[in-house]
């Protein structure tokens, strides 16, 4: 089976713009899920989305928002982008059943806001 | 609440070494979930193991083997005979059971340096 993946792979924007990620899960997964990481603050729980619908949120400004497909493919936004907001992102799918609790990730978008 | 501490930050060992990455965990969840990952410098996170809590069975695969000890509340992880290819951050991260879903809380990484 394919991978996870995440496009774009690298992507410059600048403050106050929004930017729109997405993610490819692998094929019969149905959970994504989104983590930011950076350097000071380490690997930090976005949001995960089941069957379309948002399941789990993290601390995050309402900046930052998802939505997932019904062919579980998954976007994430991010509007009025801050300095801050440059970082790793990265998603991950699951097989959601007994036993199958493993998170496989994407390679991640490297978002670097100037 | 639910915490993994990776207490070295950093470690470097020459090839052919062995390493042990530490890895503790807080959690008041009778079921739970714990794992380690491995991330090289092109980012992506490779899973490596998962252990359930009921299961302190410990295993040997490879060059690597893991320690998983609930009464000290760690799950260890050694590599035998280093290879520089093993050179990555390696995460231990923990997962709540009692659902399918639920999201990962994460250690602060350890950056494995291995010389040739």
């Known amino acids: 089976k394919a991978g996870v993946t995440q496009t774009p792979r690298y992507l410059i924007k600048t403050r106050g713009q929004q930017v729109t990620l997405s993610c490819s899960p692998i094929?019969?997964?149905?959970?994504v899920s989104w983590y930011q990481q950076t350097p000071g603050q380490g690997l930090q729980f976005l949001f995960e989305?089941?069957?379309?619908?948002?399941?789990n949120k993290g601390n995050f400004p309402g900046r930052f928002s998802g939505r997932q497909f019904s062919n579980s493919r998954s976007e994430m936004n991010v509007s009025t982008l801050e300095l801050g907001d440059s970082a790793l992102y990265l998603c991950?799918?699951?097989?959601?059943?007994?036993?199958?609790?493993?998170?496989?990730f994407g390679p991640g978008t490297r978002l670097l806001v100037l | 609440a639910q915490k993994v501490t990776q207490a070295q930050t950093e470690i470097s060992v020459v090839e052919k070494e062995d390493v042990t990455l530490d890895c503790v965990y807080e959690t008041r969840d009778t079921t739970y979930y714990l794992f380690w990952y491995k991330q090289p410098p092109s980012g992506e996170l490779v899973f490596l193991i998962r252990r359930n809590s009921f299961d302190e069975q410990n295993e040997i695969s490879g060059r690597y083997s893991w320690n998983f000890q609930k009464s000290t509340s760690s799950f260890n992880f050694t590599i035998t005979a280093s290879q520089v290819v093993d050179s990555a951050v390696y995460f231990c991260a923990l997962r709540r059971g009692g659902s399918t879903l639920g999201r990962l809380y994460f250690g602060r990484g350890t950056q494995l340096t291995v010389w040739p």
């Open positions: 989305y089941f069957s379309e619908t948002q399941r």
């Open positions: 991950a799918s699951c097989e959601v059943s007994v036993d199958q609790e493993t998170q496989y």
């Open positions: 094929s019969g997964h149905r959970s």
